[in-house]
């Protein structure tokens, strides 16, 4: 993703208006970049208030800034400097991380984030973007950019394999299925194919609901996951990510007046105080093929209204 | 011409009492401290200069001085604080009059730094100024700045500092020029509240060629011109006047300034 990343910006830095910000990450990644675009590329150490405001000066003179960091410190070391500074005053500011949920593992709770969607979906004017595979971040990045609202991009060190075809604002039906609406963002959607892919060969069908903006969510959009519901009355939404305030909630947001049951695979409301690998965290959280398999017959197995 | 000026100043400081009075809401004595600063950078700034309040309480300065240079209808500073007003309690931004919005501390700085980067990435002449309340150099963000200030070469970048004291009761402004010194800065020492020496030392020829950020350090009195306020200044800092209260204050601006 992070390489994907820089060929972007790479490629987008033709656009004058386009400045980068990093916070002492990903300077290997983005040489060519700096080296082509030595005046719009700063290494700005790491004091990421001040980098967040600054970027806020440089949208308000009709730039557009692109700020990367790693999730915690870019998203709530400057949270207040986001709020006002980006969002109150809707301004074009591009706040990229890598490091979210416990991408991190073995670095601690310091390292992880995950509580940056709920962060960043609660302010007004936030647009949150979640790329799971290189092809997605291009496609989502281009199209929102320049768009004059701020927008924050999650970007995951794992991806999925699934050829999607993203648009800003837009959900994907990736599997047709009778009994549970599946909602899945990130990384986890290539565990959730591959678990419902398994589950049709005993006869349960899901439908497979892919979320790469989880603000705004477009009326289409919606309408889909709305339509889904009323269908299944069962749902169950993946994400790593908190289960307050992230995928789980923008959905039982959007579907708040009709009934049905949730299940959250999520991170519960606690710190991940473990260290290991990405791979053990998922195991521990559920996070996996058989844990959406096990929350697909859980789910299934209750009576729906 | 520095006559003309004392009796615009005064004015000024009339109307944020008016202003305050009315909306019973507002900062006087905090707005009171930078109306000399405010006033002498909207009479000498060149077109292509731009302002940042970072100490966005004093909100009521901006506008009665806004005001004052046409740039701001007149009428419209009666609508301080109402509910469906443009003038807060703090500023908010809206283009081409107020550059950013501001109120808590520690952000315009950074902000004004922002722009003052994005005239160099553009190329664009002129420069940026940004007051700053000394209690407001509490925060880690505006030293952040200064740091990144030298680190970018912000030369068009000009921070004021409106030192007065305020924070006395917590922590003690202990020699901020030296602070922005060491931090690369060309810093200044100025009498706040005497606007033809302000307008020297911000815009003398020699001072628009440098090439370091510049910090003036303006001494202010918190509440100048009202001498209740200057003697109780924590009592004031956000109260407003009563109608006994405005007319002494009043007269005594009238008389003493």
């Given at each position: ?75 709530e ?97 990736l ?74 909630d ?56 | ?7 615009n ?39 292509n ?5 970072s ?17 701001l ?19 908010h ?13 520690g ?64 922590m ?61 200044m ?13 007319a ?7 008389q003493?300034?």
């Amino acid at each position: 993703m992070r390489k994907q990343f820089a060929k972007t910006l790479l490629d987008l830095g033709k656009d004058e208006r386009l400045v980068l910000l990093i916070g002492d990450i990903s300077h290997y990644l983005l040489k060519d970049f700096e080296d082509k675009y030595k005046d719009r590329f700063y290494n700005m150490g790491v004091a990421e208030q001040a980098m967040m405001s600054i970027a806020s000066g440089l949208a308000i003179n009709g730039l557009f800034p692109v700020v990367h960091s790693i999730t915690p410190f870019v998203v709530e070391r400057c949270f207040e400097q986001i709020k006002d500074d980006l969002c109150y005053q809707n301004l074009g500011v591009n706040i990229v991380s890598v490091g979210g949920a416990f991408d991190y593992a073995a670095l601690g709770c310091t390292h992880h984030c995950y509580e940056d969607f709920a962060l960043m979906r609660v302010l007004p004017n936030m647009q949150v973007i979640y790329p799971a595979s290189p092809h997605e971040f291009d496609i989502l990045f281009r199209q929102t950019f320049a768009n004059g609202s701020p927008t924050y991009f999650r970007l995951p060190a794992k991806i999925h394999f699934l050829p999607t075809k993203p648009n800003f604002g837009d959900v994907e039906k990736l599997k047709e299925g009778k009994e549970v609406t599946v909602v899945a963002a990130g990384p986890q959607l290539q565990n959730a194919y591959d678990a419902i892919q398994e589950l049709e060969k005993e006869s349960i069908t899901c439908d497979l609901i892919y979320m790469t903006t989880l603000k705004p969510v477009s009326e289409a959009a919606k309408a889909a996951i709305t339509a889904s519901l009323k269908k299944t009355k069962r749902l169950l939404t993946i994400e790593e990510h908190s289960v307050i305030g992230g995928v789980g909630d923008t959905v039982a947001l959007i579907a708040s007046n009709i009934s049905f049951g949730h299940h959250r695979l999520g991170i519960k409301d606690k710190f991940l105080t473990n260290y290991g690998t990405y791979e053990e965290h998922c195991e521990a959280n559920g996070l996996t093929k058989s844990g959406i398999k096990k929350a697909i017959y859980e789910i299934k197995s209750e009576n729906n209204l | 011409m520095e006559e003309e000026d004392s009796k615009n100043i005064k004015k000024i400081r009339i109307d944020i009492l008016d202003m305050c009075f009315k909306a019973k809401e507002g900062h006087v004595p905090s707005s009171f401290s930078v109306v000399e600063i405010l006033y002498t950078l909207y009479k000498k700034m060149a077109p292509n200069d731009v302002f940042f309040l970072s100490k966005g309480h004093a909100s009521a300065a901006l506008f009665a001085v806004l005001a004052h240079f046409g740039l701001l209808d007149r009428s419209e500073l009666k609508t301080y604080c109402a509910y469906d007003s443009r003038l807060g309690g703090h500023p908010h931004r809206f283009p081409n009059l107020i550059m950013s919005s501001t109120g808590s501390l520690g952000h315009g700085f950074p902000i004004a730094a922002g722009y003052a980067l994005s005239k160099k990435i553009k190329q664009e002449p002129g420069r940026v100024f940004c007051v700053v309340g000394d209690g407001e150099t509490n925060e880690g963000s505006i030293w952040e700045t200064a740091m990144y200030a030298e680190q970018l070469k912000l030369s068009n970048l000009v921070c004021v500092v409106d030192k007065n004291d305020s924070q006395i009761r917590a922590m003690t402004s202990i020699n901020i020029d030296k602070k922005f010194k060491e931090f690369g800065w060309k810093t200044q020492v100025v009498n706040g509240h005497n606007s033809s020496e302000l307008e020297k030392i911000l815009f003398d020829k020699s001072v628009e060629s440098n090439n370091q950020p510049y910090c003036v350090i303006a001494n202010t009195v918190k509440g100048k011109g009202v001498k209740e306020m200057e003697r109780d200044m924590f009592a004031w800092h956000h109260r407003s006047p009563t109608d006994t209260e405005l007319a002494r204050f009043k007269e005594e601006l009238l008389q003493t300034l």
